[in-house]
């Protein structure tokens, strides 16, 4: 599926299916395609088809990078469609597990909201948040949907703000505030007869369409190939007819962050980088029967890294470590304004 394909005219059925046989041919990035396969088989109503899939990967022999994540996807998924028991215990088992990925702790977090279990959203949402953010100077922005979700469960609960809220409404960008976005009573807007009611709880919807939107674009960016020293070493010694496309090292990741920045400034969304290595590269090169050394397939290979989930989203946080490798927070490295 590609990011200009409207969702309403995706086959997810077939998209699973799709997302299999590439899964099968790349075993390397099995985990991120079957994760994605699952979802569409969500999307098309094949729920148990989906807790296949989840339980193919955590049976699997090779080493998961994201298991937590797997199994409350799975217990997401479970609950939907009557296996209660089943879900509440895996919820369970990822809150003893403490993840240090929020991405786990949202999904149990949001299973329970969902099922009206507000308490236990509220609590699984403050552990983590507690967990994770604690003597942090700036929360990163994985980490927002945990402090949203809980601003989102304490307005439904009717609590006062506290120290968190107030860190939630200092990441949030959207023109409409939490709170009004979070308003239980929003609801009765709907009916009313005032235009300028209807009007403010159009921009509210507005805005929350936009943030799904985003986050739902997230999975497949533009990206920009990126290669390590060694491995750029390794490309131009094995075919230099590629010499003219990095002159050094130095100039191929200025490069990169000049583009990255260009393509952000044109308003291009969902901006990634992927890394190459020479093996891969060769691999690609054969299925497409053409040789490494012709410079038109160094876009096609960026595009299949990123198809195959293998694309790091950019730009990171400042004081995260830059994508270059450096060491060095982005933000004194390639994301310095210098």
Same mark, same amino acid.
Request: charged share 25%; with cysteine; net charge negative.
């Given at each position: 599926?590609?990011?200009?394909?409207?969702?309403?005219?995706?086959?997810?059925?077939?998209?699973?299916?799709?997302?299999?046989?590439?899964?099968?041919?790349?075993?390397?990035?099995?985990?991120?395609?079957?994760?994605?396969?699952?979802?569409?088989?969500?999307?098309?109503?094949?729920?148990?088809?989906?807790?296949?899939?989840?339980?193919?990967?955590?049976?699997?022999?090779?080493?998961?990078?994201?298991?937590?994540?797997?199994?409350?996807?799975?217990?997401?998924?479970?609950?939907?469609?009557?296996?209660?028991?089943?879900?509440?215990?895996?919820?369970?088992?990822?809150?003893?597990?403490?993840?240090?990925?929020?991405?786990?702790?949202?999904?149990?977090?949001?299973?329970?909201?969902?099922?009206?279990?507000?308490?236990?959203?509220?609590?699984?949402?403050?552990?983590?948040?507690?967990?994770?953010?604690?003597?942090?100077?700036?929360?990163?922005?994985?980490?927002?949907?945990?402090?949203?979700?809980?601003?989102?469960?304490?307005?439904?609960?009717?609590?006062?703000?506290?120290?968190?809220? &107030?860190?939630?409404?200092?990441?949030?960008?959207?023109?409409?505030?939490?709170?009004?976005?979070?308003?239980?009573?929003?609801?009765?807007?709907?009916?009313?007869?005032?235009?300028?009611?209807?009007?403010?709880?159009?921009?509210?919807?507005?805005?929350?369409?936009?943030?799904?939107?985003?986050?739902?674009?997230?999975?497949?960016?533009?990206?920009?190939?990126?290669?390590?020293?060694?491995?750029?070493?390794?490309?131009?010694? &094995?075919?230099?007819?590629? &010499?003219?496309?990095?002159?050094?090292?130095?100039?191929?990741?200025?490069?990169?962050?000049?583009?990255?920045?260009?393509?952000?400034?044109?308003?291009?969304?969902?901006?990634?980088?992927?890394?190459?290595?020479?093996?891969?590269?060769?691999?690609?090169?054969?299925?497409?029967?053409?040789?490494?050394?012709?410079?038109?397939?160094?876009?096609?290979?960026?595009?299949?890294?990123?198809?195959?989930?293998?694309?790091?989203?950019?730009?990171?946080?400042?004081?995260?470590?830059?994508?270059?490798?450096?060491?060095?927070?982005?933000? &004194?490295?390639?994301?310095?304004?210098?």
């Amino acid at each position: 599926m590609r990011p200009d394909t409207p969702a309403e005219n995706v086959d997810h059925t077939a998209e699973a299916a799709r997302l299999e046989r590439t899964a099968a041919l790349y075993p390397e990035d099995a985990e991120a395609l079957l994760l994605r396969a699952a979802a569409h088989l969500e999307l098309s109503g094949d729920r148990p088809g989906a807790t296949k899939l989840y339980d193919r990967l955590l049976s699997s022999s090779e080493g998961l990078d994201a298991p937590h994540l797997i199994r409350a996807l799975k217990a997401s998924n479970l609950w939907e469609y009557g296996h209660e028991a089943e879900a509440r215990a895996i919820i369970e088992g990822v809150r003893v597990a403490s993840p240090r990925d929020p991405a786990p702790w949202v999904i149990v977090a949001e299973a329970l909201e969902s099922h009206d279990e507000l308490e236990a959203a509220h609590d699984t949402f403050t552990e983590a948040v507690r967990l994770l953010l604690s003597d942090v100077p700036e929360p990163p922005q994985p980490t927002h949907p945990l402090l949203f979700g809980r601003h989102r469960v304490r307005r439904m609960l009717g609590r006062s703000h506290d120290e968190w809220d &107030a860190v939630a409404d200092s990441v949030h960008s959207l023109p409409v505030s939490l709170d009004e976005l979070h308003d239980p009573k929003r609801v009765w807007s709907l009916g009313s007869e005032n235009p300028a009611e209807l009007e403010a709880e159009i921009l509210r919807l507005r805005a929350e369409l936009g943030a799904y939107r985003e986050a739902l674009s997230r999975p497949f960016p533009v990206a920009i190939l990126h290669w390590p020293a060694d491995e750029l070493r390794e490309l131009l010694d &094995a075919y230099p007819a590629l &010499a003219p496309e990095y002159p050094s090292h130095t100039e191929h990741l200025a490069s990169i962050e000049h583009a990255l920045r260009e393509l952000s400034a044109s308003g291009t969304p969902n901006l990634g980088i992927v890394t190459g290595t020479v093996p891969s590269y060769e691999a690609f090169a054969a299925s497409e029967g053409t040789s490494p050394g012709d410079a038109t397939l160094l876009p096609q290979y960026a595009t299949t890294l990123a198809a195959r989930g293998r694309a790091v989203a950019w730009p990171p946080q400042s004081t995260a470590a830059c994508w270059c490798g450096s060491g060095r927070p982005y933000g &004194a490295c390639h994301g310095s304004t210098a």
